[in-house]
């Protein structure tokens, strides 16, 4: 067979073109053609037990599991039909039936495609017993919650863990049933990348929330509440509101978090910006001093994931803090300071694409002065369900634009939220650094895209610069694999956890899958190549805030730098 072969199928009488060796369901799904799904996931091998994808295919007897079959020439696909309906119908009312729980409503509200179908099918969820007896609710450290009455044994949480080479989750006899539990040995902790999360169609695994607590902190008179919000979040949050993948809503954004009653909204991209000169120096640094490799440290799940596995490269983590760290402290010291605000009545929120942020927020080293730079952390779906819930609509609001001083960002800035982003803002400000001269052309292609290891060459003043940009913590082992037998084989290495960077973030909208991270990427470099300012050392409000506020090594290390130690495991529940 030719896999890219064109032959020509019918769905419900329907003349479609297709490629050899496709299934069913994504040829279904390539010509928006219903059909209804659970386990299936493009990110994971194909399972074929949920059933509700079933079809029947003419002159073959039975029906055909439409995510596992393949497609062949001539092939005639029924997908709706009284027999086909009665089937779904049974197997989505035995696969809630693997609930505890009977009522619908204790399903999360963010994004369960299990409740989704149960509600478009109308199915009774009470005709038949529940098989679970036993529902313990687990939660890992400050990111995650598992609700295992909730959980339907498609074994989505432990593919992808163990594609993340994680096994942190995995299958467990429990009173005759194999049931997902969290792993107790001491050698497998999670690292709150939150990919269990988005490939959970069932909202058994959650983010721990926290938009109560910042609605509190709203209402309260006495806080100063400044929102901050990520790059990759104007790139994602408008699919929530039934926007194309990838639309671009940075301003409608704003509109909504001042809405909520926000006092101020400012950009992590300009804390991106301080990150891209403080990792431009620290490279520079080790490529003089010869220590290489340099790696990124803005992602938590990855920088725990070392602590905890790979200790001895901890000296080759970055120590610059990550964006959302390097602002939070900056509202709390240089703008309090600007605004004579006492610090201690200022309330940080930052919207993330990460589950894995609300670990970070709480790490002991980051204090300044007493207090943590970020107070509360919301995934992309939290404040979807926040703007939901005060009947917000980013499709209708009025854009506003974003305060100042601290939203101001260069193009550099936002495409962070990238694989490659990082590592490219860095090489643009290195290369200025190093050569006291500036790139005729900035893009670096070599690093951009979704393949999960990218390698590259970079010339810098005629010395070559070894780079590897790597995301999904697999591809990570791999690296650090060919660094353990040739230590100086890369200069800078830049890890996300997430397939895609934060595009792909465990706190993102779902669905997800290779050709939505692609379309949220590439909205964010045209977002870059539209920037009138596009090297973070050009960036007017950085040069000032290092000019009037940053004007020591001691006062830069206290707000741009952190450091790290040897973790042991600190997810248990015995």
Not at 26 to 54: G, Q, T
Not at 109 to 121: C, G, T
Not at 193 to 211: I, T
Request: hydrophobic share 35%.
């Amino acid at each position: 067979m030719n896999k890219n072969k064109r032959i020509q199928i019918i769905i419900d009488n329907k003349k479609i073109d297709c490629f050899e060796k496709q299934t069913i369901l994504e040829v279904a799904k390539e010509n928006l053609i219903d059909i209804p799904f659970l386990c299936s996931h493009p990110d994971l091998d194909i399972k074929a037990n949920c059933r509700l994808c079933m079809v029947e295919i003419k002159n073959r007897k039975g029906l055909h599991a439409s995510c596992s079959t393949k497609v062949e020439e001539g092939m005639e696909i029924i997908i709706d039909s009284p027999k086909i309906k009665k089937i779904r119908e049974i197997n989505l009312e035995l696969i809630f039936a693997q609930h505890h729980k009977k009522d619908i409503k204790h399903i999360s509200v963010f994004n369960s495609h299990l409740l989704d179908l149960i509600k478009k099918y109308k199915i009774k969820t009470t005709r038949f017993k529940n098989r679970k007896k036993k529902y313990p609710i687990y939660q890992f450290g400050p990111s995650i919650i598992f609700d295992s009455s909730k959980c339907i044994d498609c074994n989505n949480c432990i593919d992808v863990c163990n594609k993340q080479t994680i096994g942190f989750l995995e299958k467990q006899k429990i009173e005759n049933f194999n049931q997902v539990v969290p792993s107790e040995d001491e050698n497998k902790d999670c690292i709150y990348c939150g990919q269990c999360v988005v490939h959970c169609p069932s909202g058994a695994l959650m983010a721990v929330e926290n938009f109560k607590n910042v609605e509190k902190e709203i209402e309260n008179k006495n806080k100063i509440v400044v929102f901050q919000f990520a790059p990759s979040i104007r790139t994602s949050i408008g699919e929530e509101f039934d926007l194309p993948y990838g639309s671009i809503v940075t301003e409608q954004l704003v509109a909504g978090i001042k809405e909520l009653g926000a006092d101020r909204v400012f950009d992590t991209c300009v804390g991106a910006d301080f990150t891209t000169i403080e990792e431009a120096n620290e490279l520079i640094e080790k490529l003089e001093n010869k220590t290489t490799p340099c790696l990124t440290s803005c992602c938590p799940a990855w920088v725990k994931f070392i602590e905890f596995n790979y200790p001895k490269f901890i000296p080759h983590l970055a120590t610059t803090r990550s964006p959302q760290i390097i602002l939070g402290g900056l509202i709390k010291t240089y703008w309090a300071k600007k605004e004579n605000i006492n610090p201690k009545d200022i309330t940080v929120v930052s919207i993330m694409p990460c589950v894995a942020k609300k670990y970070e927020i709480q790490r002991k080293e980051l204090e300044i002065n007493g207090l943590m730079p970020v107070d509360y952390v919301l995934t992309t779906r939290e404040l979807a369900y926040l703007f939901k819930k005060h009947n917000i609509n980013l499709k209708e609001i009025s854009p506003q634009k974003i305060d100042n001083p601290l939203g101001i960002h260069s193009g550099a800035g936002v495409i962070y939220g990238a694989s490659g982003g990082v590592v490219e803002s860095a090489l643009r400000t290195a290369y200025k650094k190093i050569t006291k001269k500036e790139l005729t052309k900035i893009e670096f292609e070599q690093v951009r895209g979704m393949e999960g290891i990218k390698r590259a060459t970079i010339k810098i003043n005629g010395k070559s610069v070894k780079i590897a940009v790597i995301n999904g913590i697999e591809n990570a082992k791999k690296i650090l694999k060919e660094l353990k037998k040739e230590p100086q084989l890369y200069d800078a290495v830049e890890v996300m956890a997430c397939p895609g960077g934060c595009i792909g973030g465990g706190g993102q909208p779902m669905p997800i899958d290779s050709e939505i991270r692609k379309k949220r990427a590439d909205s964010l470099y045209r977002i870059d190549d539209k920037k009138e300012i596009r090297l973070a050392h050009k960036n007017p409000i950085i040069k000032k805030v290092y000019q009037d506020f940053l004007v020591s090594k001691e006062m830069v290390h206290s707000i741009c730098h952190t450091e790290y130690s040897q973790k042991k495991k600190e997810v248990k529940f015995k």
